[in-house]
């Protein structure tokens, strides 16, 4: 059974940092992709950032220059790097998984196409 932790999260000012991670158990796909989404308050919940087994990543054009993705396959452990953080960007970030069909090369970034969730991490940015 997939299980999908996150940590790190937490309240900082506008233009600090932080760095989130997602502790992945259970997980045996070899071709997959792993992805932040996160929901403000009223909104739906959104893409932030996604990485596929290969490593490509793709980004939300709001977090584009300041949002890293990684992962420590080793660990199965997924990052993202948060810098140049902004009010905005306040809200539950979650990490979510799934295993990728080989025929497909594109990269999952809607919450309709992952199976596997966290419960989710705040995130807090005061101005």
């Known amino acids: 059974q997939v299980q999908l932790v996150e940590s790190g999260g937490g309240s900082v000012q506008t233009g600090g940092s932080l760095r989130l991670s997602c502790a992945a158990s259970g997980w045996t796909y070899s071709n997959y992709c792993m992805c932040w989404f996160r929901q403000r308050p009223g909104k739906e919940r959104e893409g932030v950032a996604s990485?596929?087994?290969?490593?490509?990543?793709r980004y939300a054009d709001s977090v584009k220059g300041r949002f890293t993705i990684s992962n420590d396959n080793g660990q199965n452990t997924l990052y993202l790097q948060m810098n140049s953080l902004k009010p905005e960007d306040t809200a539950m970030y979650y990490c979510?998984?799934?295993?990728?069909?080989?025929?497909?090369?594109?990269?999952?970034?809607?919450?309709?196409?992952?199976?596997?969730w966290g419960q989710g991490t705040q995130v807090t940015v005061s101005s």
């Open positions: 979510a998984a799934d295993e990728r069909p080989p025929w497909l090369q594109r990269i999952f970034f809607e919450p309709y196409e992952y199976n596997y």
């Open positions: 990485i596929d087994s290969y490593g490509h990543t």
